[in-house]
């Protein structure tokens, strides 16, 4: 688990509602094991209470929630429940009658909601990764606001069975992590189809990445509510997906706004006091403004509203199908800029508004979407970006977003840990690729490993050569490199080398760019397999100095530390 460098500045136990003194793990075997995780507090675990964030809601559930038997039964190991805005109502993470949970990089600034909590753990290194829901953003805003990641899954990919609904029709559980390889790792064990979830779909997610040329779409007209900096972030990332081949296409948001404002501003808000009618019939007193005023509103409706309003969703959805044809992903900014606690609390309704301004449209049309952290602002506060595909589309927004985020050369939420390699993103058939082993800068953690991750390539292993190479140290190489040459059979050592799996159509802008006397052979491995890897032209070893009894670049720069 990741270490916290840096606590929350406010109350760092304002992100937790429920932290017993023992967690609870089942097995020490599976895909999870050994990862800490956390739920947001209208998530089912069983002998834990269910607070939704209202404490005289308070129940006791005798069965988990689908979702945490499944992380539970990989191994991974439940540590507690987190804070949210209310009964899930809110983008800001104020709404809460436990407090309000600070911005991991700034306590003044709002975490973003409503999965305040879990955000706030994950980004400070408390947990691995933590699950949330998101209705209208509640799994994206606290994500982009605090340098994380945050997958919304398409709705019915993950049962919402033991999830205190806040619109169950267009509910989703959502996953926070600092990298999106976790994110996609934690998606597969929690994905499936349950009876038991009157939502559930058996969707078959697109098992081919996007292509090497993918066309991402632009909003049209973008609000970014005068804060210029969240603005030149957004033009850095745009340049960020142009580098790694997309194409910017330009879209018209008109029918998604519209969309958007369904959710609140007509009979469709009647869900959310559904949801909850019978307490909130009888307990209206003990729900905070202005949640109590919005779910209220949903009992000034009829049912004739309720079916114009679907019929208006419909026809804009109708609308923005158009977009699809065009472009393989819609990019926006996650969050349009930050506010503080104070600002929020003074102007709690239009302010959270704002917060959802790219992120209400995209359940009720039936989108996936995975927020991406982008860069840190001048001001030190996280700007980020989300991914927007079709339904079903998980897997594709998931190799994207991973090569994206490596891009951007980013530290781990409010951590000093850097992103780890790659992972293989589970269910994600593999572009045409290519093995190459590296012997010196190129692994990982060394200068130029970038140059691999940058363009998608995922560590596969770690190997040795057979015992036929010798290894030198090139003098006048920046940054300092190794030259690999092979001699006669057995007239060397094994030397150390990553194995890295690169996608075939960025491997030839790779060879381009390795200067002599480097250059890329086929290299013989301990096991006798051959793959494609660093070689040395011999002219260049005659003044180097062979460094081959080190056993590899990394302990030969090690001893020069000594």
Known sequence: MLTTTQQLKGDPAAAWIVRPDRPIQTTTDGRLAGLRFAVKDNINVAGWPTTAGCPSYSNMPAAHATVVGKLLDAGAKLVGKTNLDQFACGLNGTRSP????????????????????????VATGEVDFALGTDTAGSGRVPAGLNNIVGLKPSRGLLSANGVVPAAQSV???????????????VLAVAA??????????KLDLAAQPLPSRFRFGVPSKLEFFDDDLA???????????????????????????????????????????????????????DIVEPVRTIIGAGRNY?????????????????????????????????????????????????????????????NLLD?????????????????????????????????????????????QGATAHALPPPEAIAGLAPAASVQVAVVGAHLSGMPLNRQLTDRGATLIRESRTAP????????????????????????????????????LQHYGSFVAEIPGPLGIGTLTLQDGSKVQGFTCEALATEDALDVSHHGGWRAYQASLRA
């Open 367 to 411: 989108y996936a979407a995975l927020a991406v952290p982008s860069s840190i602002r001048e001001d030190g506060l996280p700007f980020g970006i989300t991914l927007i595909g079709q339904c079903a589309s998980d897997l594709q927004l998931a190799d994207l977003g991973q090569r994206y985020h490596h891009a951007t050369g980013l530290l």
């Open 468 to 503: 036929d190479y010798r290894l030198f140290a090139l003098p006048g190489t920046v940054p300092p490199k190794p030259g690999l040459l092979r001699g006669p059979q057995g007239s060397g050592t094994s030397i150390v080398v990553e194995v890295w799996s690169m996608p």
């Open 192 to 201: 499936g189809y349950d009876p038991e979830d009157p939502y559930s779909r």
């Open 302 to 362: 009829s049912a004739a509203d309720c079916f114009d309003a679907q019929t208006r969703l419909r026809a804009f959805g109708q609308k923005a199908a158009g977009m699809w044809d065009q472009i393989d992903v819609l990019v926006v900014p996650t969050a349009p800029t930050h506010y503080t606690i104070a600002e929020m609390q003074a102007d709690p309704v239009k302010l959270n508004r704002n917060l959802g301004e790219y992120t209400n449209f995209v």
């Open 98 to 121: 436990f407090g309000p949970v600070p911005n991991a990089f700034e306590a003044r600034y709002v975490s973003g909601g409503s999965s305040s909590g879990s955000a706030a753990a």
């Open 171 to 185: 509910d989703c559980v959502s996953i926070f992590a600092t990298t999106v390889g976790l994110a996609a790792r």
């Open 231 to 285: 603005k030149a972030e957004f033009e850095v990332a745009i340049a960020r997906l142009k580098s790694l081949g997309g194409t910017p296409v330009e879209v018209d948001y008109t029918p998604l706004a519209d969309a958007a404002k369904l959710l609140y501003e007509s009979a469709l808000v009647a869900e959310r006091y559904a949801a909850i009618r019978p307490f909130f019939d009888g307990n209206s007193d």
